[in-house]
């Protein structure tokens, strides 16, 4: 019995000193979880822990309540997902909660299972996992499904991934309606054109000068997917110090997955960025394969999509979207008042002066760079000024003068004149110019701007507030009457005075540009004028110096031997002696034309039969300038202007 005694007494002892050392035992920070979460999804009831959760996404967590709060497990609250169904929310538990398995992260999940991964991290904001998804699926999408997917879930990789692959198809594959349908036709037709320029006309385009062509040709389309890009909207550091984890005891990616943590796969998307592997152009895409993830809170409704991937989205997911716009328009109406004040404490602290407001040596710059400008021009037109008086010099040592290259130069000519002239009026007018700052007035716009930004920011507020249910029914004033109503009021009133400030200030600025048009359309109308007046001037001059031309060439060599040599030359030996030989060289002339003649005929019944001379009247009308050039001469400008296989 004393035996037993000690024995029973031993283990009572151990017992209290095991109850002893579990009360003093500390809570590990990663791995001892108080309670579990529970989701019921489309009639299925799951639970898990939460912790997973509170790490990974801060606005999934405060959107459905899973701050730890050491509340026991019976009652842990029941979470209701609407819009997820209870597959896509399997494969996503799945991928939260891996099993341990000897194969790779990436070879566990189908491809669209991680199309579903990604799609659900992106609207719930699980910042890491989805770069994690997006490494996955890397080399895995079709052209179409990087497009898609893309531009449904803000991937501006993805979709710059789907335009090279279809720009590197071969020639003889082209871009079907269906795919111009899915794309969009005014992407097609820019795809279409580089595509031209590469395969058609011969453009050679490395790696590095196609991202530049695809980032300038689609920077708009670029510019919206970066800025809805959910990624990055909450550092990891602050999730850490917000769920109250230390940071190193918050490392539990690498340890559930038993492979690689989000962080390094992030860090192996960096060191890999620029090593990606090129898509297949002749892979298909199965449309309906997909698992259809929700609708993602983002401005732009994917819902709407021409494929018909995914359904729309129910009320809680409108309201969600609603919440998430509002908070966008919010911080970037906030920005703005920022901006507004910068620039109301530059106004006020600039003074009032003739030119004040306005950056001197900015509009000295800018009239010096006119006036380079306008010089260069007057260069040009020196340099083709010379050319047309060299090719007039060469062409009246050969021919004669040229009526046309004559009048191409006076034009040059006249458009130097203008040139120095506009040089001069232009230094004139802004010399002239008033360069004087209206202070009064800038204020007036500034504080107009900054009311009017801080009304709009105030019923933003109250907006969110009525979406969040925050403030409940607002108490009665001393009427009786609600003081919701009563505060709409007083915001649109509000509202009403700062449209109508803006509305004066508007009009002001409208007056002023009114006139400033209206003087510039008056110059402009006195300039057409004045080179109308010159255009009709130069061609009655040179009228009258064709018609000089033409009278002193009619002039025959007797006529002006009589009139410029001395009698002894027409004495009637010297003039019987000129007429013969001025017959025997009509004589010759007679011959040489109807050779010409005969040449021209055989010219044109050749070309009439070859078909390069439509009509009959054909060749009347090419000759019929040079009537009054020897017949010769014509016959060589027609046969090497004209028809060159006959010269």
């Known amino acids: 019995m004393p035996d037993i005694h000690t024995d029973a007494s031993e283990g009572f002892d151990s017992r209290e000193m095991r109850v002893a050392a579990e009360r003093a035992a500390l809570e590990d920070g990663v791995y001892f979880w108080l309670d579990n979460v529970r989701f019921l999804v489309q009639g299925i009831l799951f639970r898990v822990p939460r912790l997973p959760f509170i790490l990974g996404s801060r606005y999934f967590t405060e959107k459905h309540g899973l701050r730890s709060n050491g509340v026991e497990a019976a009652a842990e609250p029941i979470i209701h997902l609407r819009s997820v169904s209870a597959p896509q929310f399997r494969v996503f538990l799945k991928f939260l909660f891996p099993m341990p398995s000897n194969k790779p992260l990436e070879s566990i999940f189908t491809k669209e299972e991680w199309i579903t991964i990604l799609s659900l991290c992106t609207a719930w904001h699980f910042p890491e996992f989805r770069k994690l998804a997006i490494q996955s699926l890397d080399g895995k999408l079709a052209e179409l499904e990087l497009i898609h997917v893309g531009r449904a879930l803000s991937i501006p990789i993805f979709v710059l991934e789907g335009y090279r692959a279809i720009i590197n198809r071969p020639t003889t594959k082209i871009i079907t309606k269906e795919e111009a349908t899915v794309i969009g036709h005014e992407s097609v037709n820019k795809l279409w054109i580089i595509r031209y320029q590469i395969q058609v006309a011969g453009v050679a385009l490395d790696e590095e000068a196609m991202g530049r062509e695809l980032h300038e040709n689609f920077a708009e389309e670029l510019a919206e997917l970066v800025r809805d890009d959910p990624e990055g909207r909450v550092p990891p550091e602050m999730v850490r110090e917000w769920a109250g984890v230390p940071e190193d005891e918050s490392r539990m990616g690498k340890d559930m997955r038993g492979s690689v943590s989000p962080h390094e796969f992030q860090g192996?998307?960096?060191?890999?960025?620029?090593?990606?592997?090129?898509?297949?152009?002749?892979?298909?895409?199965?449309?309906?394969?997909?698992?259809?993830?929700?609708?993602?809170?983002?401005?732009?409704?994917?819902?709407?999509?021409?494929?018909?991937?995914?359904?729309?989205?129910?009320?809680?997911?409108?309201?969600?979207?609603?919440?998430?716009?509002?908070?966008?328009?919010?911080?970037?109406?906030?920005?703005?008042?920022?901006?507004?004040?910068?620039?109301?404490?530059?106004?006020?602290?600039?003074?009032?002066?003739?030119?004040?407001?306005?950056?001197?040596?900015s509009v000295k710059h800018a009239r010096l760079e006119r006036i380079k400008e306008e010089l260069r021009k007057i260069e040009e037109v020196k340099r083709v000024e010379k050319e047309l008086t060299r090719s007039l010099g060469n062409r009246k040592m050969w021919f004669g003068p040229d009526i046309d290259l004559w009048i191409r130069l006076e034009d040059v000519r006249n458009r130097r004149r203008e040139l120095k002239q506009r040089i001069i009026d232009g230094g004139a007018v802004e010399d002239d110019q008033s360069l004087r700052w209206d202070k009064a007035k800038a204020l007036v716009q500034l504080n107009t701007e900054l009311r009017y930004c801080q009304v709009k920011q105030q019923m933003l507020e109250k907006r969110l507030n009525e979406l969040n249910g925050v403030g409940g029914e607002k108490p009665l004033d001393a009427?009786?009457?609600?003081?919701?109503?009563?505060?709409?009021?007083?915001?649109?009133?509000?509202?009403?005075?700062?449209?109508?400030?803006?509305?004066?200030?508007?009009?002001?600025?409208?007056?002023?540009?009114?006139?400033?048009?209206?003087?510039?359309?008056t110059l402009e109308d006195e300039q057409k004028h004045v080179r109308r007046v010159k255009q009709v001037q130069l061609q009655k001059e040179t009228k009258l110096r064709a018609q000089e031309a033409q009278y002193s060439n009619s002039f025959s060599k007797r006529e002006r031997l009589l009139s410029q040599s001395d009698p002894a030359s027409c004495s009637p030996k010297k003039v019987k002696q000129r007429e013969k030989k001025q017959r025997k060289c009509a004589k010759n002339l007679r011959k040489v034309s109807n050779r010409a003649q005969g040449g021209l005929r055989a010219a044109e019944h050749r070309a009439w039969r070859r078909g390069e001379v439509r009509e009959r009247d054909t060749i009347a009308v090419i000759l019929s300038p040079y009537k009054r050039v020897p017949v010769i001469y014509l016959y060589q400008r027609f046969c090497v202007y004209y028809f060159p296989t006959f010269a």
Do not use: Y
């Not at 328009?329 to 600039?350: F, M, T, V, Y």
């Open 268 to 361: 192996e998307d960096e060191a890999k960025g620029q090593e990606r592997v090129p898509l297949d152009a002749k892979s298909s895409v199965p449309w309906a394969d997909f698992l259809g993830p929700p609708a993602c809170p983002r401005p732009r409704d994917i819902t709407r999509d021409p494929a018909g991937w995914w359904g729309a989205s129910d009320g809680e997911m409108k309201r969600e979207m609603e919440e998430v716009q509002l908070a966008g328009c919010l911080q970037d109406l906030k920005g703005e008042e920022r901006e507004i004040r910068r620039k109301l404490q530059e106004a006020q602290s600039r003074e009032q002066s003739l030119e004040g407001g306005v950056d001197t040596e």
């Open 479 to 521: 009427s009786g009457v609600n003081s919701t109503a009563a505060e709409h009021e007083k915001d649109t009133k509000s509202v009403t005075i700062v449209e109508r400030e803006l509305l004066v200030v508007c009009e002001g600025e409208k007056d002023e540009a009114t006139q400033k048009a209206e003087r510039r359309k």
